[in-house]
């Protein structure tokens, strides 16, 4: 099995598929540090010297790639990923989805801190950043709220989500 946990930057993905692997005993593989080990590169790095297509070429093989194995994993998404391509239809066909859904002043409370990481974000004002997420998400909830399954991440504690996607994956 594959738990495929998606959702805006800042909603949790890392922090969570790392605690749920080392609960039901899944490997781990997050996208986007994927991305950077193969191609030697950190992601602000790839956007910066190959651009955003190249990155989306690559993302989408080592999705098919990773997605097309059989082994039991936690597979945390980047937060474009299923925007892109029907990446969202492969990734509801070969897994079980599951949508980590933040509000967005929880998200500017966690991305905020983290300019500098996150490509899509480190050019606009802190000021600017509210409406940027704002429109942003409204943009790419059509493509999250596909997954399978939805997870509301406010005023909750990580092992508290990971608990709830034990319950509804009945794992």
Do not use: C, W
Not at 28 to 49: A, G, M, Y
Not at 81 to 90: G, K, L, R, S
């Amino acid at each position: 099995m594959i738990i495929s946990l998606v959702g805006y930057m800042g909603s949790g993905k890392s922090h969570i598929s790392k605690i749920l692997s080392e609960k039901i005993n899944f490997k781990l593989i997050d996208l986007d540090k994927e991305i950077s080990r193969r191609n030697k590169l950190t992601i602000p790095e790839i956007f910066e010297n190959k651009g955003e297509i190249y990155f989306r070429k690559v993302e989408r093989e080592i999705l098919e790639e990773i997605l097309a194995t059989e082994e039991n994993i936690v597979f945390s998404l980047g937060g474009g990923t299923p925007v892109y391509y029907n990446n969202m239809e492969i990734i509801n066909h070969n897994s079980k989805s599951i949508f980590l859904r933040t509000s967005i002043n929880t998200l500017i409370e966690r991305i905020s801190k983290q300019k500098e990481k996150r490509p899509l974000i480190a050019n606009i004002s802190d000021e600017n950043l509210p409406e940027f997420i704002a429109k942003h998400l409204f943009e790419r909830n059509e493509f999250y709220s596909k997954a399978q399954y939805h997870i509301s991440t406010d005023f909750k504690e990580p092992e508290q989500i990971m608990n709830e996607i034990i319950e509804k994956l009945y794992l």
